[in-house]
């Protein structure tokens, strides 16, 4: 074999093993932002962890189909979408999401007005529709833009903007109904 053909097989070999190096450190790096989402969405740790890993998996499973490095963010909050729809399909005869208990972990939060304004913002959250909740935390909890939503739960952006709207209203009266009136937007990221 000619010099010059190893040495194109070995470059190439070495380029995809560092692709592979730099799409396991980027994935792993967004872990905490996909639990963060989910968990607002389900409000469950175990099936939390569960929809991260299963996210995870899919992900380093089709590495390949990622075209664009820029788009990670995205295809990753796509991908733990398409694994909520799944979850929430398969326990649909089972389980209703919205009557499920929310919990949390009490030991981490030692400010007892900090714990009841999170057990109020949480259960104002849950009362909300599923599709509501989702926009809601991609937006204010995230950060994500509306074209990026609608990319991630693969609807138009005039649903995410109508959805968003309601979802708000909803909010706002639920924390109203839980007396939790004039919270602003950092004060509801940084509970929930």
């Known amino acids: 074999i000619p010099t010059w053909v190893v040495f194109i097989s070995m470059s190439s070999i070495f380029k995809r093993f560092e692709e592979a190096r730099w799409f396991r450190q980027e994935v792993a790096a967004m872990w905490q932002r996909l639990y963060r989402v989910a968990y607002s969405w389900c409000h469950d740790p175990h099936l939390t962890a569960d929809l991260v890993q299963d996210t995870m998996a899919k992900a380093l499973k089709n590495h390949h189909q990622l075209r664009d490095r820029a788009a990670l963010q995205g295809w990753l909050f796509v991908i733990l979408a398409n694994c909520w729809r799944d979850h929430c399909r398969r326990a649909r005869d089972t389980v209703d999401i919205d009557a499920m208990e929310l919990s949390h972990d009490s030991d981490l939060e030692t400010d007892s007005d900090r714990i009841e304004l ?75």
């Open 118 to 192: 999170l057990q109020r913002v949480r259960a104002a959250i849950a009362r909300l529709s599923p599709n509501h909740r989702e926009v809601l935390t991609l937006v204010v909890l995230e950060g994500m833009a509306y074209d990026d939503v609608a990319k991630v739960l693969d609807i138009p952006i005039g649903t995410v903007t109508s959805r968003l709207c309601r979802a708000r209203g909803v909010l706002r009266r639920n924390l109203h109904e839980n007396g939790v009136a004039g919270a602003t937007t950092a004060t509801l990221r940084s509970v929930i």
